[in-house]
T-cell receptor
Framework: GAVVSQHPSWVICKSGTSVKIECRSL??????MFWYRQFPKQSLMLMAT?????????EQGVEKDKFLINHASLTLSTLTVTSAHPEDSSFYIC??????????????FGEGSRLTVL | LAKTTQPISMDSYEGQEVNITCSHN???????ITWYQQFPSQGPRFIIQ???TKVTNEVASLFIPADRKSSTLSLPRVSLSDTAVYYC????????????FGDGTTLTVKP
């Protein structure tokens, strides 16, 4: 199956700093990637849709200036949590779907990135 | 997008068959039903997808009645390693990433 990789797997930062999380599709091109946030014991919540070469579209209630998304190439999307605070501590997950294989509907997820803000 | 309802948790024992049902009363004509498995601190992993009737692969079966308002994921002979959260997603394949994750079902397999 297709592989999506995230980096870093975990990160600890001080309050007020910014953190960048990368999502890469290793063996396919993805014009669209998705970013989710998952708090402990809760489900995944879609934050935004990352579009290659254009602006990301954010879900209602997600601050676009807080969570900057860049999708500069067909294999890489980045999520930057700006001026992170403890309430931003969460598990961030990305997903992508290989467009070249047709719209099978199967999403491939990254391993997730655990952010802890002190 | 269709809303889904699943049992919050289920317990089973090794070697048993487990059936997890998902309700999706407002499923649309072009919606597919997809199930994912998630282990702690990992991203979800695709299990199976179907549109109607029955679909089977090497790890699971998916049963969908004619009205498509529900679906049942069947895991044959579960093992301890099947302990995970299982999510049912409903949506069009062309926009799969926008499908809403429900609360999921936490399956605990006991020895």
């Amino acid at each position: 199956g297709a592989v999506v990789s995230q980096h870093p797997s975990w990160v600890i930062c001080k309050s007020g700093t910014s953190v960048k999380i990368e999502c890469r599709s290793l063996d396919f091109q993805a014009t669209t990637m998705f970013w989710y946030r998952q708090f402990p014991k809760q489900s995944l919540m879609l934050m935004a849709t990352s579009n290659e070469g254009s602006k990301a579209t954010y879900e209602q209630g997600v601050e676009k200036d807080k969570f900057l998304i860049n999708h500069a190439s067909l294999t890489l999307s980045t999520l930057t949590v700006t001026s992170a605070h403890p309430e931003d501590s969460s598990f961030y997950i990305c997903s992508a779907m290989p467009g070249s294989r047709g719209n099978t509907g199967e999403l491939f997820f990254g391993e997730g990135s655990r952010l802890t803000v002190l | 997008l269709a809303k889904t309802t699943q049992p919050i948790s289920m317990d089973s024992y090794e070697g048993q068959e487990v059936n997890i049902t998902c309700s999706h009363n407002n499923i649309a004509t072009n919606d597919y039903i997809t199930w994912y498995q998630q282990f702690p601190s990992q991203g979800p992993r695709f299990i199976i997808q179907g549109y109607k009737t029955k679909v089977t692969n090497e790890v699971a079966s998916l049963f969908i009645p004619a009205d498509r308002k529900s679906s049942t994921l069947s895991l044959p002979r579960v093992s301890l390693s099947d302990t995970a959260v299982y999510y049912c997603l409903v949506g069009p394949n062309t926009n799969a990433g926008k499908s809403t994750f429900g609360d999921g079902t936490t399956l605990t397999v006991k020895p």
